[in-house]
């Protein structure tokens, strides 16, 4: 099953997807993806019809803007994708300056979409000001229009008439979920430690999210967080804390890069938590959750 990608974005969870959604309860009514990112969780629940809507939520107001092009008015901003790209031709790394300037000011989708298909590995980069920073790779000139118009229409296919699409703090998003809703959150969480950092307009702190999970267990909310995890036995990020009640759950997410640049084998892990009421949700069900690893099969949607 093809699942569209129209967000290209540094650490997207779109090759652990199927992992995670193994994990989900038999019915959902809305899931809700407070850090929503790419989205790539939501719109692979969406493809195998997980649950009946869903809520993408992102403190990042422009990010936020181009999802509601995608899901809106795809077409639209296909064209407006393919007019910016196409205006690139002679000098590829002025025009980049110039639409990243532009976006700084106006924070137009089409420009935004633009430079995440440009920039140093789709790893977007903010100053101290909030402005996008990140440099163009010089070796690529970017998806080409079809490809992206193909990812855009397709992601609109799975998600427009059922997905509530806001920019607000977090805690506001999960803060209305109900005991039939499963809430995915993928926070940032190797800048817990300080508010500040290049990869976000805005950090999380950790005690601030542990705050924040205890009240959705104080309320009963299925929820599962991507936080923590490990390349070989190096430890990236803080554990969260045992009083939570959590299920801990390592996913394997391949072999370091980095590792491998070193000339060394490292296999990195993926820490997933899966919240005290999902764990009675999913016991209470006669459907086991391993029954998403099997028949279906996720990939990539090349255009």
């Not at 639409?99 to 790893?123: G, M, Q, S």
């Not at 967080?225 to 070989?232: C, H, I, K, L």
């Not at 084998?265 to 099997?294: G, H, I, K, M, W």
């Amino acid at each position: 099953m093809k699942v569209p990608h129209p967000i290209p974005y540094q650490g997207s969870k779109r090759h652990l997807a199927l992992q995670i959604l193994a994990h989900f309860p038999q019915s959902i009514d809305t899931l809700i993806e407070p850090f929503a990112g790419s989205g790539a969780v939501t719109l692979a629940a969406a493809a195998l019809g997980l649950a009946r809507r869903f809520h993408l939520n992102d403190l990042n107001e422009p990010l936020m803007a181009l999802w509601r092009g995608i899901v809106e008015e795809p077409l639209a901003l296909a064209r407006q994708y393919e007019i910016v790209w196409r205006a690139q031709s002679g000098d590829p790394r002025g025009h980049y300056d110039t639409i990243r300037d532009a976006f700084n000011r106006t924070h137009r989708p089409d420009h935004f979409l633009y430079l995440l298909a440009r920039c140093v590995k789709a790893a977007v980069r903010y100053n101290a000001k909030g402005e996008f920073n990140q440099s163009p790779d010089h070796r690529r000139m970017g998806a080409f229009p079809e490809t992206v118009r193909q990812q855009i229409v397709g992601a609109s296919s799975l998600l427009k008439g059922r997905t509530k699409l806001e920019a607000e703090d977090y805690r506001s998003a999960v803060g209305r979920a109900g005991a039939d809703d499963l809430i995915y959150l993928d926070p940032p969480y190797q800048g817990v430690c300080r508010e500040r950092d290049s990869r976000y307009v805005k950090g999380v702190l950790f005690e601030e999210l542990v705050e924040a999970l205890a009240a959705l267990n104080a309320r009963d909310i299925s929820y599962i967080v991507s936080y923590d995890g490990r390349t070989g036995v190096k430890v990236h990020g803080r554990s969260l804390p045992r009083d939570l009640r959590l299920t801990r759950i390592e996913l394997e997410a391949g072999r370091s890069p980095q590792a491998t640049l070193l000339g060394r084998t490292a296999v990195t892990y993926e820490s997933l938590y899966l919240s005290p009421a999902l764990n009675e949700r999913l016991r209470l069900s006669s459907d086991s959750p391993r029954r998403r690893e099997q028949p279906v099969a996720l990939r990539e949607d090349a255009g």
